[in-house]
C-alpha cells in the first residue's frame, strides 16, 4: 500500500538524515512538556491516553459499527470500522518494525511501552479513527446537527498532546499517525459512503 510505504519512508528519515535536526527539536520539545509536569496535568494526560487506547477503541468501533449496521440494516457501518482501522492497524505495525525509533529522552509516565516503538503513533490514530467513525455515522444516519458534535474533532488533538505530556512520542510520531489516519480514512469514507445520501 502506498500510503504505508510513505509513512515507513518518513519513519527512515526520522531515524536516519534527520536525527540530527528534526530528532533534535523533538527531543527539545519532549523535555519541555516534561518540565510542565504536574500530578493534577498527570491525570489529565492520562484521560488523553485513554481515549486513544487500543483495547478501548477496538470496543467502542465494534459497538458503533455493528449497533449501526444492525439499526440502518446495511453493511456499510461494520465495513467502514473493519476496512478503516484494519488498515490503519497494518500501516501502524509494519511501520513500528521497520522504523524502530526509541521513546523521547524524558521520563515515561505511560510504563511498559516498547522502547523502540515511538513511530508512529497507535494512539493517535485510534482516538482519530474513533471520532472520525462517530461523527460519519452520526451525521450519515441521524438528523443531530452537525454544529452539536464537531467539538468531537478536538479529541485527537487532546490525544496527541496527551501522548506527548508523557513522554510516549515525539511530535512527528504523532503527527505522521494524524495524517496517515486523515488520509485513508478519507479515502474509505469516499469508497464506502459517496454513493449514500443523508437519511431521512
Do not use: K, N
Request: aromatic share 8%.
Amino acid at each position: 500500500m502506498l500510503l504505508c510505504a510513505v509513512v515507513v519512508g518518513i519513519g527512515r528519515l526520522l531515524t536516519g538524515p534527520l536525527a540530527g535536526s528534526v530528532g533534535v527539536q523533538d527531543d527539545g520539545l519532549a523535555r519541555w512538556f516534561a518540565g510542565l509536569r504536574t500530578p493534577t496535568l498527570d491525570t489529565v494526560a492520562e484521560v488523553g491516553t485513554f481515549l486513544g487506547d487500543t483495547l478501548a477503541g477496538i470496543v467502542a468501533l465494534l459497538l458503533m459499527g455493528v449497533g449501526f449496521s444492525l439499526w440502518r440494516r446495511t453493511w456499510v457501518p461494520f465495513a467502514f470500522v473493519a476496512v478503516g482501522y484494519g488498515g490503519l492497524l497494518g500501516v501502524y505495525l509494519v511501520a513500528t518494525q521497520l522504523d524502530p525509533r526509541d521513546r523521547p529522552p524524558v521520563e515515561i509516565l505511560d510504563r511498559g511501552l516498547v522502547p523502540d516503538h515511538s513511530f508512529p503513533s497507535g494512539h493517535t490514530m485510534t482516538s482519530t479513527t474513533v471520532v472520525w467513525t462517530l461523527l460519519l455515522l452520526v451525521w450519515t444516519f441521524t438528523r443531530v446537527p452537525r454544529a452539536a458534535t464537531l467539538l468531537l474533532a478536538a479529541v485527537p488533538v487532546f490525544t496527541m498532546v496527551a501522548r506527548m505530556y508523557q513522554g510516549a512520542h515525539h511530535l512527528t510520531d504523532v503527527l505522521t499517525a494524524l495524517l496517515c489516519a486523515l488520509v485513508w480514512l478519507s479515502a474509505v469514507t469516499l469508497l464506502l459512503f459517496r454513493p449514500r445520501v443523508r437519511a431521512a
